[in-house]
C-alpha cells in the first residue's frame, strides 16, 4: 500500500528546482517517485505494470487526486507509458470533476451575490476557493461541500437568507451544543448544494485558539464563481490547510497535503513566513503546521524555508517523529489523536498509567457536556462520569484484545501515539 502511495505522490510531485506554476513542463522521467536514501530506487514509469497504474489510478480515487493526476500524466506526456483502461479511468474521472465543479461554480454564484445583498460579509474556505484562486482550473480540486465563513453575529442572519432563497436544513436551527462541537451551524442544502456556514477556522473542540476578528482584519478581496468575496491571508490560508491535515484529519488523506503544496507554490512570493510562525505559536498549533510542513516537503517537494521550520519547532522536528508520520501518511492510517491503551502501553511507570486513565476518564465539566449533552447542569454529574468509565471499558477492550494479541498492530499504535504525544507536546 505505502509503495503504491508513494509513486502516485512521485508521479504529482512538483521537481524541487522549479516549483513555480510557470516552469517548463518536466520529462516524463522526472515522474519516477524520489526514494529516500534507505529505500531501493523506484522502478520508472515505463517499468510500472498494468496491476501497477490500475492500483496508483484506485489510490488516486479514494483520494480524490484523479482530475489532478490525469493532467500531471498528460502535459508531462507520459501517456504513452499508461494502460488504456487506466488512462480511460482517468479521463474520466477529470471530465467528470470538471462537469460537476462548474455546475457547483453555477449555483454558487447566486448564493454568495443573496448573502452580499444581504449585507454579510463571507469568506470562501477551502475547497471553492482553492478550485478556482489555487488550482486554478476547476476540475483539479474535487468538492463535495462549500465551506462559507461569516462573522458569527451574522450566523442566523445568513442562515435565514440561505432559507430564504430556497434552502432547506436537515437539523433543526438553534442548536447551540452542535454549533460548538462544529464550529458551524447544521449544514443547509440549496439547489443540490450543501452550504456550510463557519464562524471560524477550526472545531473548538480541537482547542486551537484562533481569534476570528484577526482573520477577517487579514481578509483580502477576492472573486470566486463571479461574486466578490473576501478570502483568508496566504498565511491564514496556508495555516488552515494544515491545522485542517494535521488537527481534523490527523494525517490521513492525500488531498489535504497537495492543497498545501500548492498553495505554498502559487503564494512563494508573497507568504510571510515569520508570520506563519507567530500565529501558528499564538493559535497552540506551532507543532502541527511545522510537521504538515515538513511532510509536504518531503513528500512533494514543496518550498518550506529550513528557517521557517525552525520558527515552528526550535531545534527541528525530531527525525524519529518525522519518519513515523511520513509513514503513517504512506500507509494512509494517520494517527491515534486520543488512544488511551496504546498510551498505556507507552507509559513509562504505573504512576504515569494512572494519570493517563484518570485525565481521560475525569474530563472536565464542559467536555463532559460535548460528550454526553445530558450532563450540561445535571445534579447528579458523577453518573455521567461513571458512564464514561463503563463506555470507555467497552470501547478499549477490544483494543487491547488486538494489542495484546498482534505485535504488528501493538507496534503502530505505539508509534502512532508516539506522534500524536509529540505533536501535544509543543
Given amino acids: 500500500m505505502s509503495s503504491t502511495v508513494e509513486t502516485l505522490l512521485g508521479l504529482l510531485r512538483s521537481p524541487s528546482s522549479s516549483p513555480g506554476p510557470s516552469s517548463p513542463v518536466p520529462s516524463p522521467s522526472s515522474l519516477v517517485p524520489h526514494p529516500s536514501p534507505n529505500q531501493k530506487p523506484e522502478t520508472t514509469n515505463q517499468e510500472l505494470t498494468w496491476p501497477d497504474w490500475n492500483a496508483v489510478v484506485d489510490t ?22 499508461v494502460p488504456a483502461d487506466a488512462w480511460d479511468r482517468l479521463r474520466q474521472a477529470y471530465f467528470d470533476s470538471a462537469r460537476k465543479n462548474m455546475h457547483l461554480y453555477r449555483e454558487l454564484r447566486p448564493i454568495l451575490r443573496c448573502l452580499r445583498n444581504a449585507g454579510i460579509p463571507v469568506i470562501v474556505l477551502k475547497g471553492a476557493f482553492l478550485a478556482e484562486a489555487v488550482y486554478g482550473e476547476v476540475a483539479f480540486r474535487p468538492m463535495c461541500d462549500i465551506d462559507l465563513m461569516v462573522p458569527r453575529a451574522e450566523l442566523s442572519k445568513a442562515q435565514m437568507a440561505l432559507l430564504d432563497a430556497g434552502g432547506t436544513q436537515t437539523l433543526p436551527t438553534g442548536n447551540e451544543f452542535f454549533w460548538q462541537e462544529h464550529h458551524h451551524p447544521p449544514a ?83 507568504m510571510d513566513w515569520a508570520k506563519v510562525a507567530d500565529l ?71 504512576g504515569d498509567k494512572a494519570k493517563m486513565l484518570w485525565k481521560r476518564v475525569f474530563i472536565s465539566r464542559d467536555e463532559m457536556g460535548r460528550v454526553y449533552p445530558k450532563s450540561s447542569g445535571s445534579r447528579f454529574l458523577g453518573r455521567y462520569y461513571a458512564l464514561r468509565l463503563r463506555d470507555a471499558m467497552r470501547d478499549r477492550g477490544a483494543t487491547a484484545l488486538k494489542l495484546a494479541s498482534s505485535p504488528e498492530y501493538a507496534q503502530s499504535e505505539l508509534e502512532s501515539t508516539a506522534v500524536a504525544n509529540w505533536l501535544r507536546s509543543g
Avoid at 484523479?66 to 498528460?74: C, D, E, G, S
Avoid at 515552528?312 to 491503551?341: F, N
Fill in 280 to 350: 501558528a505559536r499564538e493559535w497552540r498549533v506551532a507543532r502541527y503546521v511545522g510537521l504538515a510542513l515538513a511532510l509536504s516537503r518531503s513528500l512533494l517537494n514543496a518550498v518550506v524555508p529550513d528557517d521557517a521550520l525552525e520558527r515552528l519547532v526550535s531545534g527541528g522536528i525530531d527525525k524519529h517523529v518525522l519518519e513515523m508520520a511520513r509513514q503513517a501518511v504512506l500507509a494512509e492510517t494517520g494517527y491515534t489523536p486520543w488512544s488511551s491503551v496504546s498510551g498505556l502501553l507507552g507509559a513509562r511507570t504505573l
Fill in 60 to 81: 488516486a480515487v479514494r483520494n480524490n487526486l484523479t482530475p489532478l493526476l490525469f493532467k500531471r500524466l498528460k502535459q508531462n506526456g507520459a501517456r504513452a507509458f
Fill in 188 to 270: 443547509t442544502s440549496i439547489r443540490g448544494l450543501s452550504i456550510e456556514l463557519h464562524w471560524t477556522i477550526a472545531d473548538p473542540a480541537e482547542e486551537v485558539w484562533i481569534d476570528p476578528t484577526g482573520l477577517w482584519d487579514r481578509a483580502r478581496p477576492a472573486t470566486i464563481a463571479g461574486a466578490e468575496v473576501m478570502a483568508l491571508s496566504p498565511e491564514d490560508l496556508l495555516l488552515h490547510l494544515c491545522i485542517h491535515f494535521g488537527c481534523s484529519h490527523h494525517l490521513k488523506g492525500l488531498l489535504p497535503l497537495c492543497d498545501i503544496e500548492r498553495t505554498i507554490r502559487v503564494y512563494r512570493n508573497q
